[in-house]
């Protein structure tokens, strides 16, 4: 074994033992919001590319959805709106839809 092999298992050695629980970090110290559990329930109805749930820059919490459905982008964005989530859709050049749903977080900061 060379030295970098030595020095990778060491540095392995030492996340495993000493670094943070996953059930540590600090997006996990928020419970998902009963609307962003609804609107991935509703997304998960149609022809979907992905879900995802995110704490944005700001320390907002977002659900993105992405699709090559024009009618279940729209469907989608009508739901998270009857739920209270603010919603903004990014189409690129190849038509996949991007829904971004975003749920405003009782500890919200914005950069100054």
């Excluded at 670094?19 to 509703?42: A, L, P, Q």
């Excluded at 009508?78 to 990014?90: D, N, P, W, Y």
């Amino acid at each position: 074994m060379n030295d970098e092999t030595l020095n990778r298992a060491k540095v392995d050695e030492h996340i495993w033992g000493h670094g943070k629980s996953v059930s540590n970090f600090t997006s996990s110290e928020n419970n998902m919001s009963d609307e962003r559990k609804e609107i991935i329930r509703k997304a998960l109805e149609f022809d979907i590319v992905d879900v995802r749930s995110y704490t944005g820059y700001k320390g907002d919490m977002l659900v993105e959805i992405t699709t090559m459905d024009h009618d279940a982008a729209l469907s989608l964005k009508k739901t998270a709106e009857i739920l209270g989530l603010e919603v903004v859709i990014q189409q690129d050049i190849i038509l996949l839809y991007r829904i971004f749903c975003i749920s405003l977080s009782s500890n919200t900061y914005d950069l100054k």
